[in-house]
């Protein structure tokens, strides 16, 4: 029996390897395919970053339980951080880029006692110190700076095709962030802290570290698509990228799919934004109607999200 168990086991690792590299090829030939077959490429493009944002949610809250309202926060400094180091510095870009992931951990270390608050609480607090970053940005008096209220340009690195690029290589991170958290030591430690943090520190996890470096991953995710994003438009107010919206919609369509798992976030990102741009756009009022009732439906019915739907029937869903 201790053999088999060995056996299995020893399987397994090799398995979900193989899942997670077939997935991140199979990603990577659809979005590398998409803009020659969909003449919007700007759209291809803002699904991406959805399925960044909704992925780096994942991380967070599919796997600590923690849901941060405030989560476009990260993504706007990655913005801001990017912008100005493109104004400011002689450096490449995609090393600006870097930078806005890096500046977004960081303001992830400088909010990580808001870890010490649970439910409701957290999610508060990280709304609040999304909507301070967002006034200390568009601050008037800062505008020699930020801008302010007035926005930054960065269109001599303006490279849509680049930025696209770019932006693909941080879609296949996320997933493959989400895909080593789904099946790593590491990530059954966080479902294990997630159900019950008390158990889990009697039985020697850091719940602190683990708690942490969750939340720093998932800051540096949100921050290097902000990065990617701004260099992708370009020219952006601070409402464009500190928007509720990204918060929001990174969390339905996280819930949507399916959090703690790999594929969910990347079926609701696409599926419901898809909708949003075929109704949403041209006559909002129909959209928020449909919207608000998936949302109802959803948690009356599918807690889950969409793939529980396959759990259900008994298969495993990664």
């Not at 110190?129 to 926005?151: H, K, R």
């Not at 294990?192 to 720093?216: C, E, F, T, Y």
């Not at 949302?295 to 008994?314: A, K, M």
Request: charged share 5%; aromatic share 12%; proline share 4%.
């Amino acid at each position: 029996m201790l053999n088999s168990t060995s056996t299995q086991n020893g399987s397994a690792a090799p398995n979900r390897l193989r899942t997670s590299i077939i997935l991140l090829v199979v990603l990577a030939a659809v979005f590398l395919v998409a803009p020659h077959l969909y003449a919007n490429q700007s759209l291809v493009f803002t699904i991406m970053t959805f399925i960044v944002l909704a992925q780096g949610l994942n991380l967070l809250y599919g796997f600590t339980g923690y849901l941060p309202f405030g989560y476009v926060g990260f993504f706007g400094s990655g913005a801001y951080a990017t912008s100005l180091l493109v104004l400011h510095t002689h450096l490449p870009v995609l090393v600006c880029v870097a930078g806005g992931g890096l500046a977004a951990a960081l303001i992830g270390v400088i909010l990580g006692p808001l870890l010490r608050l649970s439910g409701a609480y957290f999610s508060i607090a990280n709304l609040a110190a999304s909507q301070i970053l967002f006034f200390v940005v568009s601050n008037p008096d800062l505008a020699d700076i930020t801008g302010g209220p007035y926005g930054l340009k960065i269109e001599q690195v303006y490279d849509p095709a680049a930025s696209y690029y770019c932006m693909l290589v941080v879609l296949l991170v996320a997933c493959g962030l989400a895909a080593y958290f789904r099946s790593s030591g590491f990530g059954m430690a966080l479902r294990a802290i997630k159900q019950d943090p008390v158990s889990a520190a009697m039985a020697g996890l850091n719940v602190v570290r683990h708690r942490l470096i969750a939340w720093l991953v998932s800051a540096l995710i949100a921050g290097l698509a902000g990065g990617v994003y701004a260099w992708g438009i370009s020219v952006f107010y601070p409402d464009a990228v500190f928007t509720l919206d990204f918060s929001v919609f990174a969390i339905v369509f996280a819930l949507f799919g399916g959090v703690g798992t790999v594929i969910g976030p990347i079926v609701g990102a696409a599926l419901l934004y898809i909708l949003y741009s075929a109704i949403g756009i041209s006559t909002p009022q129909y959209f928020q109607l449909i919207y608000g009732g998936l949302i109802v439906l959803l948690v009356l019915f599918l807690p889950g999200g969409l793939l529980s739907l396959l759990q259900r029937r008994g298969i495993n869903v990664f």
